[in-house]
Structures are given as structure tokens and as C-alpha cells.
């Protein structure tokens, strides 16, 4: 198994170091032309937890090419992941394969190669259709997104249309398959059929953009019955002019979640988010409060997000416990100007108390820590995670040292 990932791998490589040599030329004729995709991501991630540890060196590849010909596209991307060190559990599930190593911690990045993208779309303006497997990032992600942050992208095979009507918008998708980011090993977990539809009308209200969503999830396997939901809610976001130079970026969110299909669980769970903050001379702040509710014994879950972005880096919370999560958090980041001598290094901490929403249980605190730096097409960038429990989940710490690059 492992040789052939590392023959496949290689030519995925292959594949990439040719299309960056013809990066430099975009070729067309008439109105036709084509791009090369190639992007290379190199990853250490280290886990600490009292009963186990991991260690992981992760490299991943996609190679691909898109054509345009007036308002027509195609794309077709591959993607490929290669475990340098794998002295880590790969599935967090079980399956019969090498990668699920359950003696080390969990890092959800298993070798893999995979179609990562195959689509078609006709564009005008901002209005158009994209047919095939493809990348799908609702708004912030909180509900529907291609998990960027692991090695292993999650797609969709899906139809979307888009359509703006002067300050308004209207986005409709229908999917039958989410591509997870396990892939080709995780058996029936690779790929999850069913009926998926989002849907979002939104406009701007002044300085404030309002949109309303559904969030339609119906799966059909088995062992996921209990994640079919309807989810029905309004999002506000924008920037208020807080005099002549500063802002006030704010952001509100109302959702309620109840079972759908086959569901097994009869609840009805409610979704809050407020969020406010500003920048000034290269300082940002922002607090927070996020409620992910409980209902009869079930909790308000977001299956289809890219969940690291939310509840803490150390991702104890890519679950939403049985009583519902509470975190309330806040931020602070810093920029350094183009000016100095450190220009392109951005700073980051977080702090976040989470508690249940039902029951009155304190769960655990997290800080967490981030440094990038961009040096030409190359992103660098570390990252901490320190989870402490009080009475949910244990004591984790994380560490990430990256490096990306992309054309």
C-alpha cells in the first residue's frame, strides 16, 4: 500500500513541477486559455494528550489546469498527500486499514490521492452555474466549507448556480456526495451520499449585509442518520464607521436546527453568534459569544463546516457535545506595516471559556497562538493550541509548523 502511494504521489509531484514550468505562459488563442493550479503545503504537527501523543510530517500536492473561453470554464485538479512521519492515527473511526494507528492521537490528514476538483461553469458578471466536483465556502464557514485547513480537501459533487440582482443575491446548491477529507482509504467514510441543498437570498442594509439561509443535510448512510438536519437562520455582518478612520466590524447570526429524514432524534436546537471588533494601526480585538444549543437530548451540529475555524485550535469541540456548547472568546492580532522591518508578520492570540448550554457544565479554557509570515510566494507560518479540561474532553496541547506555497 505504501509503495504505491509513494509511485502515485511521486508523479502527482511530477505532474506539479511540470505545470510550474509552464507557469510563467498562459497560453490562449483567440479567447481561449488556460492556467495551470499548482500549490505544494509542508506540515509538522505534534499532539500531547496524557494517554497518548503524535507526531506528524504531512506533504501535500495539487496539480491541475484551468481553461477559459469567454464566459466557459473547466477545471480538473488532483490532489495528493504523503506521510513523511506517521507516528499518528490518521482515522478517528473505525476502519480496517494501516492508517488507523489508535495508539497515537488523532491527526486527520491520512496519505491519500484523489480528483480533488472536476467542474464545469458558465460566469457573467457575478451570476453563473458550476457543475461537477467541486470547492463550496458559504460565508464564514460555520455551516458549509472545504475544511482548507487539513491536508485533504472536503468537495462536493454538486450543482450551484449564483445570481446578482443589483444589492441583491441568490446562491442555490444540490448536492449528492460529500467528498470528505479522509479519502480513498476511509472506506464507507471516504465518500457520504445523500440529499444536500443550501440555499442563501441576501442584500445590504446600509453599511450591513443581511443573509438568509437553509441549510438542507438528508444523508443516507446508516451511521450518519443522526446528523440529518433542516437548519433555517439570518446572518448580519458589515463595518460601522466608528468616526474618520476607525470601524466597528460586526457580526450576528441566528439559526434554529431540527431533524430531518431518518433522523432518529426529535429536537428542536437553537444557533446564536454576536461578535464585535476593530483594527487600528495594525492592532485588531474582537469578542465573541457563540452558542451551538441542546434540545431533548441532541445538540445543533454543523457536520458540513470547516470546523477548525471555530471553538479552538485544539479541536475538541469538531463534535458538538450532547448538552450544547457555549464559547465565549476573544482575540487579539497584530500586523506589522509594510514600513518596518518585519513587514508581512502577522500576530495572533485567542482565549476561549467554553461551558454547555444545558446543565450549567464548565467544559474547559483554551488559549491559542499564531504567527505567519509571507516571503514571496511562500507562506510561513506556527501555531499553538492549549486546551485544559474541567469537565469535558483532556488536557491537549498543538503544535503546527507549516509552509505553503501556490501560484
Same mark, same amino acid.
Given at each position: 500500500m505504501q509503495t504505491r502511494y509513494r509511485i502515485l504521489i511521486t508523479a502527482a509531484m511530477g505532474a506539479l513541477l511540470s505545470s510550474t514550468a509552464l507557469a510563467a505562459e498562459e497560453e490562449s488563442m483567440d479567447e481561449f486559455s488556460l492556467k495551470p493550479i499548482a500549490e505544494l503545503r509542508l506540515r509538522y504537527e505534534g499532539v500531547d494528550q496524557p494517554a497518548s501523543? !503524535?507526531?506528524?510530517?504531512?506533504?501535500? !500536492?495539487?496539480?491541475g489546469v484551468e481553461g477559459r473561453s469567454g464566459d466557459f470554464s473547466f477545471l480538473v485538479e488532483g490532489e495528493a498527500t504523503l506521510a513523511l512521519i506517521n507516528s499518528y492515527n490518521a482515522f478517528p473511526f473505525p476502519v480496517v486499514d494501516a492508517q488507523r494507528r489508535p495508539q497515537y492521537s488523532v491527526v486527520a490528514d491520512p496519505e491519500n490521492i484523489e480528483l480533488n476538483r472536476l467542474q464545469i461553469a458558465y460566469k457573467q458578471d457575478e451570476s453563473g452555474v458550476t457543475a461537477g466536483r467541486q470547492r463550496i465556502n458559504l460565508d464564514d464557514q460555520r455551516w458549509v466549507g472545504s475544511v482548507g485547513w487539513r491536508q485533504n480537501e472536503q468537495t462536493f459533487d454538486a450543482i450551484r448556480g449564483e445570481a446578482k440582482l443589483g444589492d441583491a443575491t441568490l446562491d442555490l446548491?444540490?448536492?449528492?456526495?460529500q467528498r470528505t477529507i479522509f479519502g480513498s482509504d476511509a472506506g464507507p467514510r471516504t465518500a457520504l451520499g445523500g440529499d444536500f441543498v443550501f440555499a442563501? !437570498?441576501?442584500?445590504?442594509?446600509?453599511?450591513?449585509?443581511?443573509?438568509?439561509? !437553509?441549510?438542507?443535510?438528508?444523508?443516507?448512510?446508516?451511521?450518519?442518520?443522526?446528523?440529518?438536519?433542516?437548519?433555517?437562520? $439570518? $446572518?448580519?455582518?458589515?463595518?460601522?464607521p466608528l468616526g474618520e478612520t476607525a470601524k466597528l466590524n460586526v457580526k450576528a447570526s441566528y439559526a434554529r436546527q431540527s431533524d430531518l429524514g431518518s433522523?432518529?432524534?426529535?429536537?428542536a436546537a437553537d444557533y446564536w453568534l454576536v461578535e464585535a471588533g476593530s483594527e487600528v494601526a495594525g492592532f485588531g480585538v474582537t469578542a465573541g459569544w457563540e452558542k451551538l444549543g441542546s434540545d431533548n437530548g441532541t445538540a445543533l451540529q454543523t457536520a458540513l463546516a470547516t470546523l477548525h475555524k471555530f471553538n479552538g485550535w485544539a479541536d475538541l469541540f469538531l463534535t458538538t457535545p450532547a448538552g450544547g456548547v457555549e464559547d465565549k472568546y476573544a482575540k487579539l492580532k497584530y500586523s506589522f506595516g509594510s514600513e518596518t522591518a518585519l513587514a508581512g508578520l502577522n500576530l495572533n492570540l485567542a482565549y476561549h471559556q467554553f461551558d454547555s448550554d444545558i446543565g450549567g457544565i464548565e467544559y474547559g479554557h483554551e488559549w491559542d497562538a499564531s504567527a505567519g509570515f509571507k516571503l514571496g510566494d511562500v507562506g510561513l507560518l506556527a501555531k499553538l493550541a492549549r486546551y485544559e479540561a474541567n469537565m469535558f474532553g483532556v488536557d491537549t496541547s498543538k503544535m503546527w509548523i507549516e509552509a505553503n506555497w501556490s501560484f
Open positions: 501523543d !503524535a507526531d506528524a510530517v504531512t506533504a501535500r !500536492a495539487r496539480a446548491t444540490y448536492s449528492n456526495s442563501g !437570498a441576501g442584500t445590504k442594509l446600509g453599511p450591513i449585509n443581511a443573509k438568509a439561509f !437553509a441549510y438542507l443535510v438528508d444523508y443516507e448512510e446508516p451511521f450518519l442518520l443522526t446528523n440529518s438536519s433542516q437548519s433555517y437562520g $439570518l $446572518l448580519l455582518s458589515g463595518a460601522v433522523n432518529p432524534n426529535d429536537y
